[in-house]
């Protein structure tokens, strides 16, 4: 990405070590357009409150006078209200255009934080410190940030790259079991999508995987930072249809989403099911072998994740959101799908029908409820 | 701007031309990544609500479909509340990637609609008609959109350049006076900051320029537009210091409108009394010959503009809101001035000391009451 390109550092017990790292960077930039702090904002959640403390103690001593605010948990978070929020803090503290914004969180704080940075005095400096494995592998990387609106997830929003991300493997051990879980449902993705090498050693490697061994872990998150890098180097601001492929399961999983009411489901949790009904779908339209799917299910179900949505919504609740995806063209549905292990791609104009039987299908219904 | 380049068309009685010009850039874009339409939103406001239906006649005409919303009059307007007006119109089309939206008013308008734009579904395509002689020669060119907060103007926002720059001078005819004549300072400002050659012929055809003459205007308006677009290209993102110099006056200006209160004086005349404080200034640091200052604020007062900030603000107060100026660097003062006509510079770290004696000045003041 060029001048805005930047470092993705993995470690473990990392945090302190920030502040000493942004120092560094500040004064190797100091000159330039891109100059950062002296002014440093943290922004976290009551979850990350002891991080963001780690964090923001690092920036004081990396020589930033640092500040912090801390949005409220969950979901119902990612609005314009949160941002808002961040936007006052800024202002009263007063930041500038080399204050730095650090986010210290999973991905609701990453992409409220981001896209204040993104709209603060037209851009002002980031940095990411993702604390749930979904975050580290998959929102932290790649510059999107945003909010909710109503009417859809991430309607609202940005492409503004951070300057470093920064992972502190240990952060995940204070994660409740399911957002770790869900974490996974991604690690999945990248595999099914994207590297069947990647694949094989989760099916290798799913039961230390599945207890948090830092391990198994750090080679793991390393490969998925490197592969998404990599889809965002070629498309980074989904023009091409490349960096589409990482969306692999998301139309199924945003409907889900919308249609359960936002907050009910992990996000990870909507993506494994959304990857189940893509599989099939790729495979009912004869694009996929069912080995694909059989595999990809095992995977998930090992680590304790759904492959079918929950409950019998209408099909047509989850095709209307579909319709409002800000993916679908002129209320068009495209799809990301498998083809064989690691490779997917975006299928335009898939037939509303198959979609909808695989949605009775996947739930067992009997052929003659389809419209 | 490579692929973000766009034309900036001037022409009288060309308002329903439009649609047809964008069903013609929408066929040459139909198969890339910037694709536009088959949507199409006008935003516009109580003012322009003529106009607005004339430019959604045309894209109908165009081949569009298109829907409208008017937003309240005035700088209140200017919030992130108006943009979220927008945002729930687009929302409820549904808006995807490829939906415009055409900005019909003036720079409030272009700039909450062009920021609903850069941040709607990561940026969708937009197109600017400036109707009044502001934004025809300042906001409308440059892709800087945004909205104020509490604490600062345009505080919030994001650099999205519109596909097209839309100029019909026929429009400035239901212009109110003052706000006509707020727009020729902007257009002294280029002469002044950038162009002395321009400069000269505002002096010489300063009264068929006061009332509107088209044939006077024509060549002025499409002047101010080219140096604007030559700095915009120099410095897209307002990081090299080069853009900086289109702020001449508005250090000033912002800080005059701020305190005060939004809404009281228009942009205009804060700048031209900002431009006859940053003269004031020049000559004061001995950097600009005192002929400049004269013969800028002679054409300002010949154009009905305010040479002075009316009221005696506290010098503190201006100065308090200068250092929030996301302009500033670290509290620091920075200025543009003038060094000849035609020709102006950022200078950094002025001695504030010489802005209170400038604010003393200006009224009149006796030396002793500068603190």
């Avoid at 799913?206 to 391990?215: M, Q, Y």
């Avoid at 800000?326 to 490779?343: H, M």
Wanted: net charge neutral; charged share 20%.
């Amino acid at each position: 990405l060029g001048p805005r390109g930047y470092e993705i550092v993995i470690g473990a017990g990392s945090l302190a070590a920030l502040g000493h790292r942004l120092r560094d960077l500040a004064r190797a930039t100091a000159a330039g357009s891109l100059r950062l702090g002296p002014r440093a904002l943290v922004v976290g959640d009551e979850n990350t409150r002891t991080y963001a403390t780690a964090v923001l103690d690092g920036l004081t001593a990396g020589g930033f006078a640092g500040d912090a605010v801390l949005l409220r948990e969950g979901e119902t978070a990612k609005s314009l209200t949160a941002v808002a929020t961040i936007y006052d803090k800024l202002a009263s503290m007063p930041a500038d255009r080399g204050t730095m914004v650090v986010a210290v969180g999973g991905g609701v704080v990453g992409d409220v934080a981001g896209f204040a940075a993104a709209t603060y005095a037209r851009g002002v400096p980031w940095v990411v410190v993702p604390t749930t494995l979904l975050a580290m592998v998959d929102s932290a990387v790649g510059g999107k940030v945003g909010v909710n609106h109503p009417r859809g997830k991430n309607l609202i929003g940005a492409f503004h790259q951070p300057r470093a991300v920064w992972i502190d493997l240990t952060t995940l051990g204070t994660l409740p079991e399911r957002e770790y879980r869900s974490g996974l449902a991604e690690v999945v993705k990248y595999g099914v999508a994207l590297d069947a090498e990647l694949f094989d050693s989760l099916e290798a490697q799913a039961e230390p995987l599945a207890r948090r061994d830092t391990g198994a872990l750090g080679p793991v998150v390393a490969r998925c930072c490197e592969l998404k890098a990599r889809v965002v180097e070629e498309d980074e601001q989904e023009t091409t249809g490349r960096r589409a492929v990482l969306n692999y399961g998301h139309t199924f999983a945003h409907a889900f989403e919308a249609v359960a009411g936002y907050g009910r489901w992990l996000h990870g949790e909507a993506v494994a099911a959304g990857m189940a009904c893509a599989a099939r779908l790729a495979v009912r339209v004869g694009q996929c072998p069912p080995d694909v799917e059989h595999r990809q299910n095992r995977l998930l179900a090992r680590f304790g994740l759904p492959t079918r949505p929950d409950g019998h919504w209408l099909a047509a609740a989850v095709l209307e959101v579909m319709r409002t995806d800000k993916k679908a063209v002129s209320g068009r549905l495209r799809f990301v799908l498998p083809s064989r292990l690691g490779a997917a791609a975006l299928v335009e104009r898939v037939d509303e029908r198959a979609v909808i039987a695989v949605l009775h299908e996947i739930h067992g219904d009997p052929p003659h409820e389809s419209p």
